[in-house]
């Protein structure tokens, strides 16, 4: 088999070096499900609700939004609470227990777990009627062409891509992210005030109201010093074998069950999610360069959205299983489609993974090298870092050399070593 796959990978980089550099290279990916907490009584609380509900899941995960994204605490902070052991919530035993608040009590009365797995498998609430769709679209559709030709000689066959695609199941994550303004200057009122003079002489000729312009007046008026803090508290859903042959058995059918139908609303306590920790940003200001004095309010998805990427990297540096693994695009030379935003510096190391099948037919991976960024030569995909012209913007890519092993080939994974 290991003689089958050192084929294949060969033939996936011939193909590759013929393809256009448009080419998206199809890899498996994990899901992410994420909610923000809402501070009516803060500053910007509004303006900040309305740029997250704006931000996409990062795009190196699966979107698996399931509905209202944003939900309120009844004040500034967040209270302790007695939770219920079969409301579908677990605690890691290395993470710090006293992280039980208000978004755990939410998690759980809000039945997230069973929510999460009801939308894997299509369930329909009225009927309790299920299918595989998804499943098995994101099997295929995170599939690299390596895999599929593995598949193709695999005696399983499609049904190797169909497993693929439960195994992604297990790798579904919510995000729980508590936003609060930090206002450290007051240095640009006269800046924001000429702007915010602008801005309503503008809003008057066009018929908006003074009072809007007047908000985002102050916005600008705290636009060199304005960040934000994320704490952002990483679960993964919990799929094993009991969950499986459970929702298999007893809650998993293609037909009206009312009995099934009825184990499942009776029991979503069953399903749970599992606290793996939690990343605060460092809260440092955000540039001012790239930022359209008429759309103030990038300046707050500028912040935002910063903030959260340099959350959700350090949360794939300090868990595993949380790590993005990304296709090798090109091996001459050796690049890939991640950068800062990813958390990429001169100092990160990456394993490169080559695919092999075991005994069962299922996909596992393997090291077979080593690779570091070259200096200058660092993708920053940060959000409207092109904006700013910052150094490496331009790029499409981060390019890599060989630090140990080989040899490479285009499609093989790529995975930070923490």
């Not at 931000?55 to 399931?66: A, E, T």
């Not at 299983?321 to 001169?346: H, N, R, S, W």
Request: net charge positive; aromatic share 10%.
């Amino acid at each position: 088999m290991r003689k089958i796959i050192f084929f294949l990978l060969t033939i996936e980089s011939l193909v590759a070096v013929s393809q256009t550099r448009d080419s998206v290279f199809l890899y498996r990916r994990g899901s992410i499900c994420s909610f923000m907490i809402g501070h009516r009584d803060l500053s910007f609380a509004q303006e900040i609700e309305n740029v997250f509900n704006e931000m996409p899941v990062p795009d190196k995960y699966n979107d698996h939004s399931i509905g209202k994204k944003v939900f309120y605490t009844a004040d500034g902070k967040l209270k302790m609470k007695n939770l219920d052991s079969h409301m579908g919530f677990k605690i890691n035993a290395s993470s710090d227990k006293t992280l039980m608040n208000d978004f755990d009590f939410f998690l759980q009365k809000q039945a997230i777990a069973s929510r999460l797995i009801a939308k894997w498998f299509n369930r329909k609430k009225a009927t309790g009627i299920c299918n595989m769709n998804l499943v098995q679209e994101r099997g295929y559709q995170n599939a690299s062409e390596v895999e599929k030709r593995l598949a193709a000689l695999s005696v399983r066959k499609d049904a190797l891509l169909k497993d693929a695609g439960e195994e992604l199941i297990g790798n579904t994550f919510v995000l729980i992210n508590d936003i609060r303004y930090i206002d450290q200057s007051k240095g640009s009122s006269i800046i924001g005030g000429v702007v915010s003079a602008a801005t309503q002489m503008a809003g008057a000729l066009n018929g908006i109201e003074v009072s809007e312009e007047n908000n985002l007046g102050t916005i600008i008026s705290s636009y060199k010093g304005f960040n934000v803090k994320i704490k952002t508290y990483l679960y993964q859903l919990i799929w094993d074998d009991e969950i499986s042959s459970y929702f298999y058995k007893d809650i998993y059918s293609e037909n009206s069950d009312d009995k099934k139908k009825e184990n499942f609303e009776n029991n979503r306590g069953r399903f749970s999610l599992l606290y793996l920790g939690m990343q605060e940003s460092s809260g440092k200001s955000v540039s001012f360069l790239g930022i359209n004095k008429d759309n103030p309010q990038q300046m707050v998805r500028k912040a935002c959205q910063r903030a959260l990427d340099e959350n959700i990297a350090s949360l794939q540096k300090n868990f595993d299983v949380f790590k993005v693994k990304a296709p090798l695009y090109d091996i001459q030379p050796l690049t890939c489609e991640i950068g800062m935003k990813e958390g990429v510096t001169e100092n990160s190391r990456y394993e490169v993974l080559e695919t092999v099948e075991d005994s069962k037919g299922h996909i596992n991976y393997k090291r077979i090298g080593v690779i570091r960024p070259i200096k200058g030569k660092i993708w920053d995909n940060r959000y409207m870092a092109a904006e700013e012209k910052a150094e490496g913007a331009n790029l499409k890519f981060t390019t890599f050399e060989k630090v140990s092993g080989g040899p490479f080939f285009a499609g093989m994974l790529v995975r930070e070593i923490k």
